[in-house]
């Protein structure tokens, strides 16, 4: 079973946090949620988080994949340059990398969508263009069968589907 | 004097609206807010802000000038076609355009930066060096006496200073 990194902060989406974190558990994996220092953040619509580790107290290395839920945390975080090598990590050692919505925002700041295929919401379209990625206007897109980006909310099940079913 | 339009949303960062506001309007400009709708928005930290014109009610040509204040506003207004589309006319016309924080967000989505000189806020910073602008970390940069950029509300009496100098 997979011990998954989920990097998280205040105005996260709550459910694209919520509902990835329930489909995972249900399949046997383990989420510790990550965020510039460990203690409790808030979504935009109320959901309460606990945050296990502060960015300091990991290592890229004792994690078997990346989760990256959508919301503005996204871009709260990666104004946080050890964040951003973090999650840079994961993309350079092509470990298994989940991003819902604004998620990308952290692989576009790490500089690692280069010649990749991915999606994310509507407003990232051209950021996601211009750093060399392929977008698909699609409900999830599965790159290399390491990368698996969805869009909105709406696409859930589909993200849910293929996350679990990539970490067999 | 001049007619600024100024385009905004919920989520506003409420000083960057609020100030420059005061500074062009001391200065003898008139402010006209822009929604996707008229009615009623509210900043990060309840700013409660006034549009006054809906985008479908507005035409570039009538306005001599372009505010786009930060926070996560411009990244909501770029999810819309229609207010990407009226942001890249003040730049295609070379009309004064004022960005702060995230404000450029929208800039990049109007594919509007190649070439460019322009600063923003740190988590938009390979963002904007994807568009092909060559980003300054300064306080405040004047390029080509059209586009005024700041990165945060600490670089707001600098930016004020600027657009109101650029208005003459």
Redo the contacts between chains.
Sequence with gaps: MAKIATVVTN?VEDVEYTSPKEALEKAGHELVTIDVKAGTVEGKHGEKIVIDKGIDDVDAKGFDALFIPGG?SP??L??DDRVVAFVKTFMDDMKPVFAIC?GP?LL??A?TLDGRDATG???I???LE???AKFHDEEVFVCQNQLVTSRTPDDLPAFNREIVKLLG
């Design positions: 105005m503005f871009d709260i990666r104004a604004h925002q576009i700041t500089r919401y509507k407003s379209q051209v950021d211009n750093a060399g």
